[in-house]
Structures are given as structure tokens and as C-alpha cells.
């Protein structure tokens, strides 16, 4: 039913033909070239709904009636899904324009007025002779004819659309797409390498076969990729300004719970064994191979700090026992390679608190 | 900036929330003993620096001993479960105090049962 509509409007083309011109005189434009379509197109699936007239009779002269020669079309008209046609309906309907600007000056009956055709809104009416010539199909056909004739007109607004904005637009004309492509011949030696070079070692013909692979290779990057027509398909991507930073302000509970959600959510249970195995490291359940002895210890200090730790001893008194215990703290403390820096500090630092807080009792004594 | 935040926040979130694939997790211990072994531990961990540090006060022949009897004061007034001596080392499935291999932290039993069952690592029965 669809490929009626389309040979519709594939009639529309106003190809040269050598008829004699009557009243009808567009009308006879707009569909004779449709039987010559029928003639030549002859692949086709076979239409869902065969007309009711099988009329044999293909063109006629100008004595018919429009309405019977286009139900003679339609009797010819088989549905077609091909992507050639659609190409040519859709420049058809472009010189369907271009037909209907030229004709209303000329035509008599059913003249298009000047408004419809240079009014490039998507609300405007359709064009009557295509409104006629679908209740004229619409009738045809056996079944639903309210139905199939709203379906038609649907159809046919779609396709003005569809023009409208290829007029509009930047034309992606597909003549120029496909005229850069090539279609990719190899000769048979390079037929033979390829299929040779995946069954064959690597140690006895890799070299042998290396450079014919370098040789198709550099064959195929013959056509530079920025050689050519441009071809329009892809609009060029707005360089976005950089939006300026916002002010921070510390996340808020709600910003935290949010966080927490979307962990949740995204957390997924490991699939296998190694992911398993990740999400263990990441908990820090699982060491890091290779394994390093330093893990978590991050001290910066030098030997000399570790060593020489006279200079905290600076709080104690110079003489007697306590100084001398301390020394002896600090003996030990600095052949200790287990303790860092600040924990050595530490100690000596409780060792400073504790015998201040005896003082008193060390002066008894 | 906000962004930017979200972002940590969802890392602290991540590390900080445990994941959702079922894994086990052991909420409870085998036994009451095993949970009061586990208290003194931690306590032990946490009042070892004191500990050391009294104890090298006490045992010292250079300070005066009124020093170390103070010290030796002190460290009575310490909570009982802070010593180390309280720890039992027992079997970590079983609960067992006695018969406790260190290296494996089981009992013999429970280390015969998986050694059977070739769940021990480089475990072999011996035969010479």
C-alpha cells in the first residue's frame, strides 16, 4: 500500500515525455513517467492488495480522463521496498516543487496557488491533486477506504516534510558520500599472503611474509583520511566554555548519603575469582604482591635522627642517676630499627612527664 | 567544585561501607571464653607502651628504689586484663586453649581435619 504512495510520488517527475499536451497538461507530466517505471523496475515483491482493475492497457492517449489514467497506474503498480526508490522519491518530490512553482501559471484545473508551494510550514495543506489522487487510490482498493486514504495523506505529508528540511538543511547529498568510497581489490598474491600468513610460524616465514604485510598495509593507507570533499554528515562540536569553578561548600549530610547510596548501588558482588581478589586488596585484606616489607611504615626520617637522640634530652638534669638512666634509654632506643622517629620521641617525652611528677618525692630522697 | 566533592565523598563512602556481595563475616565468636580472650588483647594493646615503660623503671638498678616501688605501685593499679600474660593463645575455630599449633593458630584437631582434606598449604602426612 505504501509502495502506491510512493510511486505516486515517484510519478511526479516531470521527465520529458512525448505526449501531446491537453488540458491535463501536468497531470499528463506527473504520471506518464510512472508506467515507464513500472516498465523498468521489474523487482518487486508481489503488492498485498492486487487492484481490482487489471488493466493491461498501459498508456493511452490524451483522451482518457485523468482518474483512469491513474487507476490504470495503479493497476500496474506493484509494492516495492527498495532503497533506490526512496532515493528517487525523495527527489522526486524535490522536482515535484520545483514542477508545481513552474505549472501554476499554465495549469487550468486544480492550479496550485502561489501560497502553498513557497510556504515552507509544516502546517500547511496538502496538495489538492495529490489529495485527489489519493481518494482516487484510496477507492481502489477493496478494504477500508476512510482509512487507507488518512494513511495516504499522512504518508504524503511526511515525504513534504522531509523535503522541507532537506531544503533547509545542509543537503547531505549521498552522491558525494559514495563517490569516495572504492570498493577495495586485491590481487591474488595479496589473496593468497593473507590466507597463507595465519596459518604459517612466525620463526620460519616471518620473515618472508613481513614485508608483503608492510607492502598491504601501506597500499590501504594510500587514501589519506583528510583527502576530499567534505561530506557535511557530522555537525562540528561547540567548544564548551570552562564553566567557572563554583564555591565550595562542605558536602552536606545529604550530599554524604547520596554517596553512600550510589556506592551501594554500583558495588557489584565480584563475577570471578580475580575480581574477588581486587576487591580484597582494595580492603587491604589482601596484600599487594610483590610483597614490600615497608607497607605502612612511612618514615622519613634519616639515621641520624634515629640515632643521635641526645638533643631530647634536654629537659633532664645534667647529672645523676636520672640523667644516667636516660642515656641509657636513649642507648637503647636509638639501636631500635622496629620504632619510628616519633614514637622514640614519645617515649622519651613520657619518661620527661613522669620524673617531673616525682619530683617531689626525688627530693626527699 | 560540587562535583568535586561528591567525589570524595563517594570514595570515603566507598572504602568506608563494605560491599554487597555476601561474603562471611564473623559476628559472633565461638564462645564467651573466646570474647574475653579477645578483650584482653585489645586491652593489652592498648597499655603495652605504659607497661614497657614502668617495667624499665622497676628493672633498674640505677634509680632509687623508693622510684621503683612507686613504679611498682603503679603498675599493679594498671586493670588486670592489661598484661599480656593473661592472653591464652587458643585454636581460632575451636576455641581450644590447649593442644594450639602457633604457626596455624588451630588446634590439632581441627589441623588434622583439613590436613586430611588437603586444605592446608604444603601440609603432608608424614611417612619415613
Request: with cysteine.
Amino acid at each position: 500500500m505504501w509502495g502506491l504512495a510512493a510511486r505516486l510520488l515517484a510519478a511526479a517527475r516531470p521527465h520529458g515525455t512525448a505526449r501531446p499536451h491537453g488540458t491535463a497538461r501536468s497531470k499528463q507530466k506527473l504520471f506518464s513517467t510512472s508506467s515507464v517505471l513500472s516498465k523498468d523496475k521489474d523487482k518487486s515483491t508481489a503488492s498485498k492488495d492486487s487492484p481490482p482493475e487489471g488493466a493491461a492497457k498501459k498508456q493511452e492517449d490524451g483522451a482518457e480522463t485523468p482518474k483512469q489514467q491513474l487507476l490504470d497506474i495503479i493497476g500496474n503498480m506493484k509494492v516495492e521496498v527498495s532503497y533506490r526508490k526512496k532515493l528517487q522519491q525523495l527527489k522526486a518530490s524535490e522536482n515535484k516543487k520545483q514542477a508545481m512553482n513552474k505549472v501554476e501559471g499554465l495549469d487550468s484545473e486544480g492550479s496550485v496557488p502561489q501560497g502553498i508551494t513557497e510556504d515552507t510550514q509544516r502546517d500547511k495543506p496538502l496538495n489538492p491533486e495529490l489529495v485527489k489522487a489519493a481518494s482516487a487510490v484510496a477507492s481502489s482498493l477493496p478494504h477500508n477506504k476512510k482509512q487507507i486514504e488518512s494513511e495516504l495523506l499522512a504518508q504524503l505529508r511526511r515525504h513534504e516534510e522531509t523535503t522541507d528540511k532537506q531544503k533547509k538543511g545542509g543537503t547531505i547529498n549521498i552522491r558525494n558520500v559514495i563517490s569516495e568510497m572504492t570498493v577495495k581489490r586485491q590481487s591474488p598474491a595479496q589473496w593468497g599472503v593473507r590466507i597463507s600468513g595465519r596459518i604459517s610460524l612466525q620463526d620460519e616465514d616471518g620473515r618472508r611474509i613481513r614485508p608483503e604485510r608492510s607492502s598491504a598495509r601501506s597500499m590501504d593507507s594510500r587514501r589519506s583520511l583528510k583527502v576530499g570533499r567534505r561530506l557535511n554528515i557530522f555537525t562540528k562540536a561547540s567548544t564548551e566554555p570552562e564553566h567557572a569553578l563554583k564555591t565550595v561548600s562542605s558536602p552536606t549530610i545529604w550530599d554524604l548519603e547520596f554517596a553512600k547510596e550510589v556506592a551501594a548501588v554500583t558495588a557489584q558482588p565480584p563475577r570471578n575469582g580475580f575480581e574477588e581478589m581486587i576487591q580484597w586488596t582494595k580492603e587491604g585484606i589482601l596484600w599487594e604482591f610483590p610483597i614490600d616489607n615497608e607497607v605502612g611504615m612511612e618514615d622519613d626520617a634519616e639515621f641520624y635522627e634515629h640515632i643521635f637522640l641526645e638533643k631530647h634530652l634536654e629537659g633532664f638534669p645534667k647529672e645523676g642517676p636520672i640523667r644516667h638512666f636516660m642515656e641509657l634509654v636513649i642507648c637503647g632506643l636509638s639501636k631500635n630499627p622496629y620504632l619510628s622517629v616519633k614514637q622514640k620521641v614519645e617515649h622519651i617525652e613520657w619518661f620527661q612527664k613522669y620524673f617531673e611528677e616525682k619530683k617531689e618525692l626525688l627530693q626527699e630522697i | 567544585m560540587a562535583a568535586a566533592a561528591l567525589c570524595w565523598a563517594l570514595r570515603a563512602a566507598r572504602q568506608v561501607l563494605p560491599s554487597s556481595c555476601p561474603r562471611q563475616v564473623r559476628s559472633y565468636y565461638v564462645d564467651w571464653r573466646m570474647l574475653r580472650d579477645v578483650k584482653r588483647r585489645k586491652m593489652a594493646y592498648e597499655y603495652a607502651d605504659e607497661r614497657l615503660r614502668i617495667n624499665a623503671i622497676r628493672k633498674n638498678s640505677i634509680l632509687p628504689k623508693e622510684l621503683q616501688e612507686v613504679a611498682d605501685k603503679e603498675i599493679a593499679a594498671l586493670p588486670r586484663d592489661s598484661c599480656p600474660v593473661r592472653i591464652r593463645n587458643r585454636c581460632v575455630l575451636t576455641s581450644r586453649p590447649r593442644g594450639v599449633k602457633r604457626r596455624w593458630r588451630l588446634s590439632r584437631i581441627v589441623f588434622r581435619h583439613f590436613a586430611d582434606h588437603a586444605q592446608m598449604s604444603g601440609v603432608q602426612r608424614a611417612m619415613w
